[in-house]
């Protein structure tokens, strides 16, 4: 199962985009890529997924190189409730899901 | 609404004293698990289940068992509960009929101290 390492913490201001990068070297040939979002006291909530290449909902755009090696989690215009903590999940289909420790973004005024 | 419940959302115990806390998804999906939350910890998976009758160890299962007799429940237990495990816990489900990997649904949480 492939391993992801998230920066522990970042800070940005409201308006500004934000780019939270997840490493996950191992990753196997039918994983796929989950970001979730938690904010305190409550479960986490999915973002966005993909597979390969740019994925773009609502909420954030999900770039992945060729290599499949690492992932970058792009939230345009932040605002003060998009401070959470925002996890990067590779599992295979069926495959148990373990999170990583997650991305603690701050989002100051 | 589809909805993952856990009960109770609050719960204060003593050593030793065994304890049930339960999980049930409207979703009809087969796959559930319980995480474990800690400050600076993230979320560790204790069990999961593929489905009914269906259950594995995820990385923190010490002092913990779970069934899975039916497709909606997935309880978890606590024969004798330390002061270790008190802890934030969330339940999860997900779908895995489809073609691909559906995301997890989580519940509140039930937030246990064991003293």
């Known amino acids: 199962l492939a391993k992801t390492t998230q920066p522990i913490s970042m800070d940005s201001y409201e308006g500004q985009e934000v780019n939270i990068t997840c490493s996950h070297n191992n990753i196997a040939t039918n994983d796929y890529i989950t970001w979730y979002q938690q904010f305190p006291s409550q479960g986490p909530r999915f973002i966005i997924q993909g597979y390969k290449t740019k994925v773009t909902n609502e909420v954030a755009s999900l770039f992945i190189p060729a290599d499949r090696k690492s992932s970058t989690l792009s939230l345009p215009r932040v605002s003060l409730s998009d401070t959470a903590v925002y996890y990067c999940?590779?599992?295979?289909?069926?495959?148990?899901?373990?999170f990583g420790a997650g991305t603690r973004l701050t989002v100051k005024p | 609404e589809a909805q993952v419940t856990q009960n109770p959302r609050y719960l204060i115990t003593v050593t030793g004293k065994k304890l049930t806390v339960t999980c049930s998804q409207n979703m009809n999906h087969e796959y559930m698990s319980w995480y474990r939350q800690d400050p600076g910890l993230g979320l560790r998976q204790i069990y999961y289940s593929m489905n009914v009758e269906v259950t594995d160890k995820g990385d923190v299962p010490e002092g913990y068992k779970v069934s899975r007799k039916e497709k909606r429940n997935f309880p978890l237990i606590l024969e004798s509960p330390s002061p270790n495990q008190t802890s934030l816990y969330f339940c999860a489900s997900r779908g895995t009929g489809s073609s691909y990997n559906s995301p997890l649904h989580f519940g509140n949480g039930t937030r246990l101290t064991v003293t």
């Open positions: 999940l590779v599992a295979l289909l069926g495959n148990d899901m373990r």
